[in-house]
Structures are given as structure tokens and as C-alpha cells.
């Protein structure tokens, strides 16, 4: 049966957690109520943190959750019965099967044995684990032990599911059928909150996003939104160019194509706001001018990077 939207709105004000000096969530506001949601941001950037707050697991140091209506510090055991938890951190007793652990668990939220029982047969064909299902857990691989985190919060049908890094570990034809799984979860009007560093898997996986850097909520919206800010963003290239440099690089200042540039051991450091316009005139102006363009390389694309600029174009928002 579909939810509600009302029934399955996630909303924080001013979530706030502390680990002695390290600021793990810093006044995180959210208001969430779609099928599927992406959580995305670095490792260390909040998301799991994020995650055992709105269940009640950690106490915030200031703000509030509430999940399905509920208030997650002063009603937590009763809202974790109505929700399915993915951690991510190995937390599985290696001397059990996967059978009795999600059975287990079921019972633990409530299912009569008859219906865990049930349930669990359906729950481990559906990540695939059926044939395994009397195998000990002990004997599992890092991908069947996620897939196993991904049954037992699917057991009692739960209204809500947070899932923590579902994918990691997992075999490109697993990492698929999970991505899979997740979607058509979305679409049965469950609300999924699942978190990943990889955008292009948040991608597959929700309709919408928010992103978490430092602990911060630094920006929410459609996945192709945010996709197109991170494309959008000033750019530095770093250009080994031989010949008429100097010339070459006025050129790509007069034309727009580089709002600065400076010499580096012989290259040329281009900052850029047009990557797409830059890379098509670069070799024809090279040609005109007898430069020579041995090597290109992008500076700062990785992601601790992508995540800094999402940072600066929040605080620049807020101004």
C-alpha cells in the first residue's frame, strides 16, 4: 500500500551533533517527503551521523527530528519498529545464518514468527541471497553481507527506509540489481533516504538530492540540478604549451574563455567558467597562433573539491 506523503515526511530544524571538538551535523534543516531521496556527500561528511539522529540512535546537541510524525529523541524504540536501517559499518553475527538473522529481526519489530518466517523467504529472494539463506554469515562475502543489512531492513515492510552506502562492496551486476531494487521501492511509495559519496549512483537511485559537506547542508534539489551546478563551476586546467604560450593565453583571456591566467613552470593555469567552449577552440587557436599543446589536465576535480565549491556557493547564496 502507497504511503502518504504526510505519513512518511522526514523533517529536522537545526539538527546539531558534537563529538568532543569535531562538528559532525551543524544546524541541519530538512523538510523530505518524496519516493526516493538521495543523501550525498563525502566520507566524514555527516550522512551516517545524519541517518542514526533521525532514528533516535545518537542524541543531538540541539535541534529536533521527526520521522512519520514522530519525535525521534523522545520516541525512538517506537519509530525504529516502523522504519528499515541499513547501516553501513559491519555489525552482522558471523555465527548465524542469514535466515534466522532476518527472521530474528523481524521478530524484534514486531512480526509474528509465522510472518517472519514469510517474510524472509521473500525479502532474501528479492537481494539474492536465497540459495545462501542457510549459509553462516561468517562464511559471507563483503557484498552478501550487504545484501543481507538490505533484507533485514526490508523484512517487516517497513513505511520509511535509510539506507547507509547500500552499494558498497558490491559487484557491478549486484551494484545494479540493488540500484534496481531501491528504485522500485521509491516508485512503490515508500520513502527511501540512501546515502552514497557517488553522484552518479545517487543519480540512479532518487529523483532528488541533498548534499551534506562538513556536516552541512550546502545544497537540495533535483539530482540534474545539482549535477549541473558541480558541471557548471569555475574550472582550472593546468595547459603544457610550447611555442607561442604567452600569445595563446591572451587570446583565451580576450575571447572569454578564461577569466585568469598564470604561468606554472612553463604551463599555462587557466581558470575557466565554459569548459565545453574553451575545449573547442583551444586547438584552433593553438594551430593559429604555432603554440603547441603537448598536455591538458584538470586540477581540482576531485571530490573534496566538488564538495569545497558546493560549500562557497551556499555561503554565497546565504549572503
Known sequence: MAAT???????TTGLTKRYDDIVALEEVSLELADDAIGLLGANGAGKSTLMRALLGLVEPDAGTARLLGIDAAARGLELRRRIG???????????????????HLG???????????????????????????????????????????????LVHSPELLLLDE????????????????IRRLGAE????????????????????????????LVAEGETGAIRDLIRDRPRTLRIA?????????????????????????????VET???????????????????????VEPLGDDLESV??????????RGR
Request: glycine share 8%.
Open 85 to 103: 536501517y541499513m547501516p553501513e559499518h559491519e555489525c552482522l553475527p558471523s555465527w548465524m545464518t542469514a535466515r534466522d538473522l532476518v527472521v
Open 166 to 181: 547500500p552499494l558498497n562492496g558490491l559487484d557491478p551486476v549486484q551494484r545494479r540489481h540493488v540500484v534496481e531494487l
Open 307 to 316: 564538495y569545497t565549491y558546493l560549500t562557497d556557493h551556499a555561503r554565497g
Open 241 to 269: 604549451a610550447g611555442g607561442a604560450a604567452q600569445a595563446l593565453a591572451r587570446e583565451l583571456v580576450g575571447e572569454g574563455l578564461a577569466s585568469g591566467v598564470r604561468i606554472d613552470n612553463g604551463a599555462l593555469v
Open 5 to 11: 506523503a504526510e505519513r512518511t515526511t522526514i523533517a
Open 273 to 295: 567558467g565554459d569548459m565545453d567552449a574553451l575545449g573547442r577552440r583551444l586547438m584552433p587557436l593553438a594551430r593559429d597562433l604555432s603554440a603547441t599543446v603537448d598536455r
Open 107 to 153: 521478530e524484534l519489530r514486531g512480526l509474528p514468527r509465522r510472518i517472519a518466517v514469510l517474510r524472509t523467504s521473500e525479502v532474501l529472494f528479492q537481494v539474492g541471497l536465497e540459495e545462501e539463506r542457510l549459509r553462516l554469515i561468517g562464511t559471507f562475502s563483503t557484498g552478501m553481507r550487504q545484501r543481507v543489512k538490505l533484507a533485514q531492513a
Open 189 to 216: 511509495g515508500r520513502t527511501v533516504l540512501v546515502s552514497s559519496h557517488v553522484l552518479h549512483e545517487v543519480e540512479r537511485m532518487a529523483p532528488r538530492v541533498v548534499v551534506l559537506v562538513n556536516g552541512r
